[in-house]
Structures are given as C-alpha cells and as structure tokens.
C-alpha cells in the first residue's frame, strides 16, 4: 500500500496554501488508550500542528485530540506532545533539511494503515503572500478551462 493511502481521519487542508509540499514521509505516532479511540472517532485536528526534533527524536506539537467521551479518568491532555516512529537515518536527514532557513515539518494528513495510525508529514517550504495569489489565479484559471471545455462538448 503505497504511503498515504488508508482511512483518512484527519487532513490538514490549509498546509497546501501556505506552503510548497516538497517531500512527503510517512511516520507511525505513540498514543495512548483513550487517543486511538478519539482518532477513530475523528477527533483530531492537524491545524497548526508542527514537528520537531528535540534530542534526538521526532516529536510533533500543537496536534489536537478531544478527550474520549467515555474515558473518564483515564483520559489524556488534548495538546500534548507526541512522539513520531522513525527510523534514525530518516530522522537524521529530516533534522539537517529543516536547518535549512524556510523548511518545516507539517503534518498533512492522519489516517489507519493496516491496524496503526500513521502520520503523513511534509518536508514544507512556506510561501510568501504573491506565490499564495499567483497559486489561486492558477487554480481559477485551470478551473475556468475545464468548465469551457465540459460545456463545449
């Protein structure tokens, strides 16, 4: 199964706006009892959420689960930080590319793969104001052309 696919249970849409996607790795995410079953349900949100790597390992910040419903005092804190499962030489290299000025580590997309919930990251590169706008006319302009060619047919 190629990387990505899977139940989707949370998608961050507004990381392709901001920023240029130049590399795409999946990675595995240590949860607790009650945040596997909140996830399920599709409570998570990736919204501002970010990685890291803080000594040696890749942890990423800012992601939300709301607390399960049904999980009493066993619960968990809904920003906590959350360790991501990688292989070394993966973190290695993703820690010298985000060194880079402008480079960051966003999460795109959270969904179950074969039983585990998995994390699609982005090797990301913010973008400035003009490339948003010159992006947006792109989209339009493709937009206005698959509309003449459909009604033309």
Known sequence: MPKGDGKTLAQNR???HDYTIEETIEAGIELKGTEIKSIRRGSANLRDSYARVYQGEMYVYN?????YEEGNRFNHDPLRTRKLLLKRKQIDKLFGETREKGYALIPLKLYIKNGYCKMLLGLAK??????KRHTLKAKEAKREMDRALKGKY
Do not use: L
Request: glycine share 8%.
């Open 63 to 67: 992601m939300h689960i709301a607390p």
């Open 126 to 131: 913010g973008k400035k104001d003009y490339d």
């Open 14 to 16: 507004k990381a392709s």
